[in-house]
T-cell receptor, first 111, second 112 residues
Framework: DGGITQSPKYLFRKEGQNVTLSCEQN?????MYWYRQDPGQGLRLIYY???????QKGDIAEGYSVSREKKESFPLTVTSAQKNPTAFYLC??????????FGPGTRLTVT | KQEVTQIPAALSVPEGENLVLNCSFT??????LQWFRQDPGKGLTSLLL?????REQTSGRLNASLDKSSGRSTLYIAASQPGDSATYLC???????????FGTGTRLTVIP
């Protein structure tokens, strides 16, 4: 099956802990993206990567970190510095500057 | 900064009706505009993408239009079905680098 996978679907953490969300794609797409979705708000871009070993901050990068060591993988770490980490996190990939293809999302709850 | 607005936030229609969802954006200098569908608790599915040089795109019962000068796009759904019930999001790409600005979505319910 080709596509984008995110794991786990639900994630629970205690405040003060770092947590890493997984995003893998087998579509051979160069670009990958991380978004955050909160109730009543549109998706907001956290980080994006156009190519392996390179990534840029989006609109709300504070408290997050990423790596892009392989084309297929773009993990997102939510650090303890992120003030409101509870949200629905969506990963996407794109072969070019056109359509983005989204994964199923990870719902993170921090208490 | 680009702002994308979708009105109404929620819409209910009886099955079989044609309907229009609206999307407006503040900066008309866009590269393209994309419509997505999101089912509850799920990721987004791309429906239609309109390049800035285009005025509309069609896929099956869906038709999306773009009026850059007025900062508006519409998504027309013909002969609505209960399976169309979902949240519909529009997003604009301002730079061509695929950094999308999203609207807050319209939650559509099609009543059997």
């Amino acid at each position: 099956d080709g596509g984008i996978t995110q794991s786990p679907k639900y994630l629970f953490r205690k405040e003060g802990q770092n947590v890493t969300l997984s995003c893998e794609q087998n579509l051979n797409h160069d670009a990958m993206y991380w978004y955050r979705q909160d109730p009543g708000q549109g998706l907001r871009l956290i980080y994006y990567s156009q190519i392996v070993n390179d990534f840029q901050k989006g609109d709300i990068a504070e408290g997050y970190s990423v790596s892009r060591e392989k084309k297929e993988s773009f993990p997102l770490t939510v650090t303890s510095a992120q003030k409101n980490p509870t949200a629905f996190y969506l990963c996407a990939s794109s072969p070019d500057s056109y359509e983005q293809y989204f994964g199923p999302g990870t719902r993170l709850t921090v208490t | 900064k680009q702002e994308v607005t979708q009105i109404p936030a929620a819409l209910s229609v009886p099955e079989g009706e044609n309907l229009v969802l609206n999307c407006s954006f503040t900066d008309s200098a866009i590269y393209n505009l994309q419509w997505f569908r999101q089912d509850p608790g799920k990721g987004l599915t791309s429906l239609l993408l309109i390049q800035s040089s285009q005025r509309e795109q069609t896929s099956g019962r869906l038709n999306a239009s773009l009026d850059k000068s007025s900062g508006r796009s519409t998504l027309y759904i013909a002969a609505s079905q209960p399976g169309d019930s979902a949240t519909y999001l529009c997003a604009v790409d301002q730079t061509g680098a695929n950094n999308l600005f999203f609207g807050t979505g319209t939650r559509l319910t099609v009543i059997p």
